[in-house]
Nanobody, 125 residues
């Protein structure tokens, strides 16, 4: 049974930083590309960042490029999202996701096969 478990969310002031982690179990981690998405209530799930199986390719939403960094540690079966210079508009539930097309770093939620339960990030002004 594949599980993705996010952690690291919380409340932070604007301009601050958080690091999200997503631990995978139940499969060989290097068979997956990984992505981070976010969602506000009443809105569609939004792409944030993605990384291929080796970490050699990354992809970012325009709104977070230069502030957020996605990385992975395959020895720990974990993907990270380092979020710096946070803004109130970054407030959302953040989800990690796994894509069995391990060579890609897709922006499309429909490309992903596995999802975590989400972690809340709240940025106060």
């Amino acid at each position: 049974q594949v599980q993705l478990v996010e952690s690291g969310g919380g409340l932070v002031q604007a301009g601050g930083s958080l690091r999200l982690s997503c631990a995978a179990s139940g499969l060989t981690f290097t068979t997956l590309a990984m992505g981070w998405f976010r969602q506000d209530p009443g809105k569609e799930r939004e792409f944030v960042a993605a990384i291929n199986w080796s970490g050699s390719m990354t992809n970012y939403a325009v709104s977070v490029k230069g502030r957020f960094t996605i990385s992975r540690d395959n020895a720990k079966n974990t993907v990270y999202l380092q979020m710096n210079s946070l803004k109130p508009e970054d407030t959302a539930v953040y989800y990690c996701a796994g894509d069995r097309d391990r060579y890609g770093a897709s922006r499309q939620p429909s490309s992903y096969d596995y999802w975590g339960q989400g972690t809340q990030v709240t940025v106060s002004s």
